[in-house]
C-alpha cells in the first residue's frame, strides 16, 4: 500500500512544510490575527471556491489571504489579496506572481473600494480585536452597493456578521476536513 508522502512530489511536501511553519511563525507573533495554528485545508478552499464560481460575478478581494490555501481554488476569478502580515505577504506573491498582493490592513482595503466587488474573507472574526470596526465597514461597503457578496467561514457556531445588513444570511456547508472544523458562511 503507498503512503501520501510517497504519492506527493518531494518539492509538494516541503513546499507545504515551508507554508506551515510560516504561517505557525506568524501564529506565535499574533493569535488573535490567526485563529488557528495551520493553513485551511484543501477541502474548505475547495468548499468556498465552489461557492464563489457559483456567485454573480464581480471582482474578487480576499482578506487575510494567509498562505494561499483557499486562494488557489479562485485563482479563476483573478482575485486581489490583501495580507497583513508581511511574511505571508512575500509568501503569496512568489505563490500568484499574476495576482495583485497588498500587505495593507483590510478594512483600508474595504475603505478605498472603487467599484463593486465580492469579498472573500479568510480572517477569523471570533476574538479578533478589529471585530466591531471590520462589521461597520462591512455594512457600509453594502449599503453603498459596493460589497455585491460576502463568503466567510468560522470555527464558531453563530453567524460571525452579525451586524451587517445583509438581505440574506446563511450556513452554506460545515467542512469536517479542517483543523479546527469550519463553518462557511454566504451574505448577498
Not at 471585530?131 to 465597514?137: A, H, P, S, T, Y
Request: proline content about 5%; glycine content about 6%.
Amino acid at each position: 500500500m503507498r503512503t501520501l508522502v510517497s504519492l506527493l512530489p518531494v518539492k509538494d511536501i516541503a513546499a507545504k512544510m515551508n507554508d506551515r511553519m510560516l504561517f505557525l511563525k506568524s501564529y506565535l507573533k499574533n493569535p488573535a490575527s490567526m485563529g488557528s495554528i495551520t493553513p485551511s485545508s484543501d477541502a474548505l478552499g475547495k468548499a468556498i471556491g465552489e461557492l464563489v464560481d457559483s456567485l454573480e460575478a464581480c471582482s474578487v478581494i480576499e482578506v487575510g489571504a494567509g498562505t494561499g490555501a483557499i486562494t488557489k481554488h479562485l485563482l479563476s476569478k483573478n482575485p486581489k489579496l490583501i495580507e497583513i502580515d508581511e511574511d505571508l505577504s512575500h509568501l503569496l506573491a512568489q505563490k500568484f506572481p499574476g495576482l495583485v498582493v497588498r500587505n495593507r490592513c483590510c478594512l483600508e482595503a474595504i475603505r478605498e473600494r472603487q467599484s463593486i466587488f465580492g469579498l472573500v474573507v479568510s480572517i477569523p472574526l471570533i476574538n479578533n480585536p478589529f471585530r466591531d470596526e471590520f462589521i461597520k465597514e462591512l455594512d457600509q461597503a453594502y449599503q453603498s452597493g459596493f460589497l455585491k457578496w460576502c463568503v466567510i467561514y468560522t470555527y464558531g457556531f453563530h453567524n460571525p456578521l452579525d451586524g451587517v445588513s445583509f438581505r440574506t444570511k446563511e450556513r452554506k456547508k460545515i467542512v469536517l476536513r479542517n483543523i479546527p472544523p469550519a463553518h462557511v458562511w454566504l451574505y448577498q
